[in-house]
Nanobody, 125 residues
Framework: QVQLVESGGGLVQPGGSLRLSCAASGFTLDYYAIGWFRQAPGKEREGVACISSIGGSTYDVDSVKGRFTISRDNAKNKVYMQMNSLKPEDTAVYYC??????????????????WGQGTQVTVSS
């Protein structure tokens, strides 16, 4: 059974940090680019960051640049997103997604094949 499971969300004060994890089961992440997306209440889902399947090249949107870092550990079949200097506007449900493509770049605009169920991140004092 192909599955992606996110974890690591929670409630954090502004300026705080969280590390989200995305664990894959039923398939190996080696052949997949991974994206992180988020959806805040009343807003459309947006791509936040991604990491390529070859070489680990990353991309992140301007709103999180310098604060969020995506990484992958293929040996553990996991992808992570370290989120620092969190702001209230980062509050959302965060999803990871996998796209089967062997490439040295990634895009959050691709049609990703598999999606996790999401993890809630709330930034509030």
């Amino acid at each position: 059974q192909v599955q992606l499971v996110e974890s690591g969300g929670g409630l954090v004060q502004p300026g705080g940090s969280l590390r989200l994890s995305c664990a894959a089961s039923g398939f190996t992440l080696d052949y997949y680019a991974i994206g992180w997306f988020r959806q805040a209440p009343g807003k459309e889902r947006e791509g936040v960051a991604c990491i390529s399947s070859i070489g680990g090249s990353t991309y992140d949107v301007d709103s999180v640049k310098g604060r969020f870092t995506i990484s992958r550990d293929n040996a553990k079949n996991k992808v992570y997103m370290q989120m620092n200097s969190l702001k209230p506007e980062d509050t959302a449900v965060y999803y990871c997604a996998a796209e089967k493509i062997r490439n040295r770049f990634c895009s959050v605009n691709w049609e990703y094949d598999y999606w996790g169920q999401g993890t809630q991140v709330t930034v509030s004092s």
